[in-house]
């Protein structure tokens, strides 16, 4: 079993709707990561938590420390927001961070 | 432009090749990430470095080297290319050396070895 979990795998969806893409972990961490991946290749870091909630825009990332599972967020989905979302997570004592597989969103026009 | 500057963009080399990729971190960030992201495995942690000294080892083969300058540059070095190598490189670079200040990605080194 991965250590990360995202799911789903894949999503496609309307514009306009509200789209939840889902990470659970299995070990102990002191934060963790929501990135975006563009077609293009490039990485960029949208959250880092460690703890309840934090929203930028249109994305919201929450997180269950108890539950080990976190939550992303697109409320009003464009498709600009087609991407690969991609969550991290960083273990306590170390900076190894760990990656899941990701999630390819594609928002329709 | 995120402030962190990998080159090249792209390279092709050869099986049995040396290659050197490059980083530089963004302005004040002191720790620097080395991953690589391939199809079958996903992005995996290869090695850390913080003002110039290796912090964290991950998943890095042995034919694969890295360092960190004193003008905190990072290069990260493979050798001896196989087929397999051929993935996506990318350095972060963060303000600490546990990275809580978070991470800032650069665009990526895409290395094919045919």
């Known amino acids: 079993k991965n250590e990360v979990e995202q799911s789903p795998q894949n999503l496609t969806a309307q514009e306009g709707e509200f789209i939840t893409i889902n990470c659970s972990y299995s070990?102990?961490?002191?934060?963790l990561h929501w990135l975006q991946q563009h077609p293009g290749g490039g990485i960029v870091s949208l959250f880092m938590l460690s703890s309840g909630k934090k929203k930028h825009g249109r994305l919201i990332a929450t997180i269950n420390i108890q539950e080990k599972h976190s939550s992303l967020h697109i409320t009003a989905s464009h498709p600009r927001d087609s991407a690969v979302y991609i969550c991290a997570v960083g273990p306590f004592g170390n900076e190894k961070l760990t990656f899941g597989t990701g999630t390819r969103l594609t928002i329709i026009p | 432009d995120s402030g962190v500057t990998q080159t090249p963009k792209h390279l092709i080399t050869a099986t049995g090749q040396r290659v050197t990729l490059r980083c530089s971190p963004r302005s004040g960030d002191l720790s620097v990430y080395w991953y690589q992201q391939s199809l079958d495995q996903g992005l995996q942690f290869l090695i850390q470095y913080y003002n110039g000294e290796e912090r964290a080892k991950g998943n890095i083969l042995e034919r694969f080297s890295a360092q960190q300058f004193p003008d905190l540059h990072s290069e990260l070095n493979l050798s001896s290319l196989e087929l397999g190598d051929s993935a996506l490189y990318f350095c972060?670079?963060?303000?600490?050396?546990?990275?809580?200040?978070?991470?800032?990605f650069g665009s990526g080194t895409r290395l094919t070895v045919v």
């Open positions: 972060a670079s963060s303000p600490r050396r546990e990275g809580r200040g978070g991470y800032t």
């Open positions: 070990v102990g961490i002191s934060a």
